[in-house]
């Protein structure tokens, strides 16, 4: 991150920040190569389609008991969701901004990760949902 990021104090500065930042990302010239070089397929640009499909699909009816079996492991392995070793033990059920509760939040310092955990066997609409909710729920939106 720039030191411009680094040095944002307000809320709404490192939004701006980080708005610049994605800008960034979205104008690479590279990303062509970069995927041709790991060997990654472009994602679809136009997500309408999934997000429909996510939106008409059921939940499956609450926590069964592979979902809960999956958030109590990753509540006591951080490292599944990229902090270090030795950090502290996630919280489960955290409640957000917006009313809605994240599967576990890990918090270490100044950061914070949420983890919304999905089994296996979850249909593609409930794990799209968790996917394109996270951002919105964290923002209290």
């Not at 041709?36 to 939106?55: C, E, F, I, P, T």
């Not at 009816?61 to 902090?83: C, F, M, N, Q, R």
Request: with cysteine; glycine share 10%.
């Amino acid at each position: 991150m720039s030191s411009e990021g680094k040095k944002a104090k307000s809320r709404d500065r490192k939004k701006a920040v980080l708005k610049a930042v994605y800008a960034e990302l979205k104008d690479y010239s590279h990303w062509d190569d970069l995927r041709a070089l790991l060997n990654v397929q472009q994602a679809a640009s136009d997500l309408s389609d999934a997000v429909k499909k996510a939106r008409d699909s059921k939940g499956g009816g609450g926590e069964g008991p592979e979902h809960k079996a999956l958030k109590e492991y990753v509540l006591t392995h951080p490292k599944i969701a990229g902090l270090l070793v030795g950090s502290d033990h996630g919280e489960p059920e955290s409640p957000l901004a917006s009313g809605d509760r994240v599967d576990v939040v890990f918090k270490r310092r100044h950061l914070r990760v949420a983890v919304e955990v999905k089994p296996k066997r979850a249909s593609d609409g409930d794990k799209l949902r968790g996917c394109v909710s996270m951002p919105e729920i964290q923002n209290g939106t």
